[in-house]
């Protein structure tokens, strides 16, 4: 399981600071209950600058990254893991663009907030990226394989 190209393939999605604080877990929830992925890991944490760094370390050299350690380790997070069928790049659509201005109404970005510095989700950007994440935020027991017996609905 876990698997890139499988209905088990997995993404690391993150409710940001402003996301939980704005009561907006349930309303993101729900749109990736609701399209039919399977959540298989959940939690809730105040994050270290270190941590946020950490995630963020690709961003290092830009221009916003002081800011946006800042941003993501204001608060508490709600960190997840998401499985199914394309779920990294259709993750990727739930959530819009990165820029909220330029995503669609009916993404999460587009319908929920303006600011790029405040747009609330973050989601991995590819299987390899996701796989970092999901061993960064969760122990290897944090994440569950469960039963899921009505997903001939699904697939
Ligand atoms: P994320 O990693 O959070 O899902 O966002 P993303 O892939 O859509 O965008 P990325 O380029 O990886 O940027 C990460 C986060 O940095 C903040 N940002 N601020 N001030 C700015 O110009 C700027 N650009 C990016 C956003 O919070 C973005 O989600």
Redesign the pocket.
């Known amino acids: 399981t876990g698997l890139p190209g499988t209905n088990y393939e997995r993404t690391f999605i993150?409710i940001?600071p402003d996301g939980t604080e704005r009561r907006l877990v349930g309303e993101i929830i729900g749109r990736f209950e609701k399209k039919g992925f399977k959540l298989v890991g959940i939690k809730i944490l105040h994050p270290t600058p270190e941590q946020a760094a950490k995630h963020?370390d690709?961003?290092k050299s830009?221009?916003?990254f002081d800011?946006?350690v800042k941003?993501f380790s204001s608060g508490a997070v709600v960190c997840m893991v998401w499985e199914g069928k394309d779920v990294v790049k259709t993750g990727?659509k739930l959530?819009g663009?990165?820029?909220p201005a330029l995503s669609v109404p009916g993404s999460i970005r587009g319908d929920l907030c303006i600011e790029?510095?405040?747009?609330i989700?973050?989601?991995?950007?590819s299987t390899q990226s996701a796989n970092d994440e999901i061993t960064l935020w969760f122990g290897e027991t944090e994440v569950t394989n469960y039963e899921s017996p009505l997903e001939k609905f699904i697939y």
């Open positions: 993150a940001k963020y690709d961003l830009k221009p916003f800011g946006l941003y990727r959530i663009e990165t820029n790029v510095g405040r747009n989700i973050h989601g991995s950007d």
